[in-house]
């Protein structure tokens, strides 16, 4: 499956943005679907993920703040990001894997985008 990620860019604080990771390939649903977060000089966190079937989990540094969600018929997962923080700014990535279980390792990952969160 290939992830094609989008909707970066730069906020204030308390401000919101929404990120969208488009699947193409091989039947995207059947995928679970996750992003991931990485800051300069930081290893690379995860953020949030969906099942095919639309169970949700979240760090505990996003929940109640962001909001993931998948439309199995457009292949596409989005990220809702509110009340952005300056720790939130990263470069956040989308990935998939066969289920949530194997998006600790996920195999396939779309390329960056860069959100930036000013104080």
Do not use: H
């Amino acid at each position: 499956v290939q992830l094609q990620a989008s909707g970066g860019g730069l906020v204030q604080a308390g401000g919101s943005l929404r990120l969208s990771c488009a699947a193409s390939g091989r039947t995207p649903s059947d995928y679970a679907l996750g992003w991931f977060r990485q800051a300069p000089g930081k290893e690379r966190e995860f953020v949030a993920r969906i099942s095919r079937g639309g169970a949700t989990f979240y760090a505990d540094s996003v929940k109640d703040r962001f909001t993931v969600s998948r439309d199995n018929s457009r292949n596409t997962v989005t990220l809702e990001m509110n009340n952005l923080m300056p720790e939130d700014t990263a470069v956040y990535y989308c990935a998939a894997a066969t289920s949530m279980a194997a998006l600790n390792r996920p195999r396939y990952w779309g390329q960056g985008t860069q959100v930036t969160v000013s104080s």
